[in-house]
């Protein structure tokens, strides 16, 4: 499977971004992650192909994952970004059960879209 992230940039804390990655066809496990330099990757939203979601703690009430199958995309809504946010995201799917945020159980990793965000 191919992954392609979009739509990262700069914003101002308390603003919103949405993040989409396209897939070439879909896995039973599908997640955003991020990462900082010096530090392992995070894994802040999965969902799987029941329609299951879980998100990190830190991104909970804030961040909202969907997928379009028609489309073969799946978007990571962010509102009220703050500055511990900036980072940079990866798509990442799997196939391993159950999905976790764990980025050990994901086989299949976009390039990574940047996400910056100014107090």
């Known amino acids: 499977v191919q992954l392609a992230e979009s739509g990262g940039g700069s914003v101002q804390a308390g603003g919103s971004l949405t993040l989409s990655c396209e897939y070439s066809?879909?896995?039973?496990?599908m997640g955003w992650f991020r990462q900082v330099p010096g530090k392992e990757r995070e894994g802040i939203a999965i969902l799987d192909s029941g329609g299951g979601v879980k998100y990190a703690e830190s991104v909970k009430g804030r961040f909202t994952i969907s997928k379009d199958n028609a489309k073969r995309t799946l978007d990571l809504q962010m509102i009220g970004l703050k500055a511990e946010d900036a980072a940079r995201y990866y798509c990442?799917?799997?196939?391993?059960?159950?999905?976790?945020?764990?980025?050990?159980?994901?086989?299949?990793w976009g390039q990574g879209t940047r996400v910056t965000v100014s107090s």
């Open positions: 066809y879909d896995q039973f496990c």
């Open positions: 990442a799917a799997g196939h391993r059960f159950p999905c976790s945020l764990s980025s050990s159980n994901y086989e299949r």
